[in-house]
């Protein structure tokens, strides 16, 4: 009775010790209640030793998935035998106490191998494929096969599923016969009868309506909790998210009133970042320079940043490196400068040499006076040096409109220079030119302004400067932060990376 099962295919649980094995059967022995598979498969992967036996209570489960003919020739270790794997059909045994197992007559459960049927060539080859195989192919033909109720997949694409391969499953050689003694690609192809195709559409809604999106992604959050794959938070928890201009790192909160003044300031500007910045008296402001020039902060040394921090905004009104190239030598910008006999011109002097040293064309009109302070003529003695032009008269001045106009003319003290006819011509010759005009530190009093400016700049602190001034920018003209204390500023520099802040009216 137990040679009649030699030659069987069989699959035998040893349960979750031992795993699944599958082979074919070569021996069966009632005496010691054992049985042997050659070419064994473990779990689905081939072993390395050629045969393994089994005991009758190590085996849980045996089912027979394929029993030889009375006819076939194949026995135990037959080469024919194919590596790929097992075919999954056949019925189910159970062990008995001789060890051979009794045919059950119930059929296999849905969760059992299935046989899968498929072309051969005209040796009629036998295919063997492993349980994974089955799955993948199980699973692709049943989905061509739903493919092929469409109306649209006619004859070309049902051949096409039929013809189409796995990855792993196993495709007999071509043997090279002629003549009707294999199928030719085209008769393999397409030699499906039409008839068979259903007339039905394929009703994709449907189907996609039986997949539950909801329920496979919380699936895959579970597993990835318990896996703990996502360690730094909950699947629930969303990464903040910051924009270019926010800093990720947390710090102390802003304070942007970090200027305070002794008295309650006519004016207050802010800066792009936010920062408050009061307006000041003309006493404060005075009295400030000279804390200052106590100090060490000379008149020379302010005039000298003065005079750049004003070059380096007029550079930017003329275009910056756009205009100021080796590329654009037949652009060399013009500025007319516009100095009055006065501290305050001085300063416009130093703006003029440095603008000159840029390759900027610099006309200077500056009153002749018969005695000239110290500051000026230093200034002057330096500005004779570069390339710049001086004039004394406003019919040197250009008759075509100049690129920008840089006014000097008023002071903080002397008001009266407002009544000398050479005031009063520069003053016209501006107004009529029609070029854009920079003030650098413009007095307080809005009828001591002869001529409107586009911007003005202040130094160190702003006056509180009405509306003729134009848009204030401030300039860091370097006085020190005890400097400030001193005379009762609580201050905190407001310019940050730049020497030159553009301030807007709160």
Known sequence: MATDWLGSIVSINCGESLGVYQGRVSAVDQVSQTISLTRPFHNGVKCLVPEVTFRAGDITELKILEIPGPGDSRQCGDSQQMETGIPGVGCQVGPSQNGTGKMLKKPLSSSAPQNIPRRTDGKNQDIIISPQQQCSKSYMDRHMETLTQSKGFRRRHNSWSSSSRHPNQVTPKKSGLKNGQMKSKDDECFGDDIEEIPDTDFDFEGNLALFDKAAVFEEIETYERRSGTRSRGTPNEKPARYRHDENILESEPIV??????????????????????????????????????????????????????????????????????????????????????????????????????HDVHVILFLPNFVKMLESITNELNLFSKTQGQQVSSVKDLPDTPVDLVINCLDCHENAFLRDQPWYKAVVDWANQNRAPVLSIDPPISEMELGIDAKWSLALGLPLPLGERAGRVYLCDIGIPQKVFQEVGINYHSPFGCKFVIPLHST
Do not use: W
């Not at 009295?287 to 302010?302: F, N, Q, W």
């Not at 037949?330 to 416009?348: M, N, S």
């Open 256 to 357: 942007y009133r970090r200027i305070v003044v002794p008295q309650n300031p006519n004016k207050e500007f802010c800066t792009d970042s936010g920062l408050v910045v009061p307006s000041v008296s003309y006493e404060l402001h005075k009295k400030l320079l000279s804390v200052a020039e106590k100090h060490g902060l000379t008149l020379e040394r302010r005039l000298e940043m003065t005079g750049v921090c004003a070059s380096q905004m007029a550079l930017s009104l003329l275009g910056g490196p756009n205009r100021l190239n080796p590329k654009n030598v037949h652009q060399r910008p013009t500025v007319a400068l516009l100095c009055g006999p006065h501290v305050k011109g001085a300063q416009g002097i130093s703006c003029g040499r440095h603008l000159s040293n």
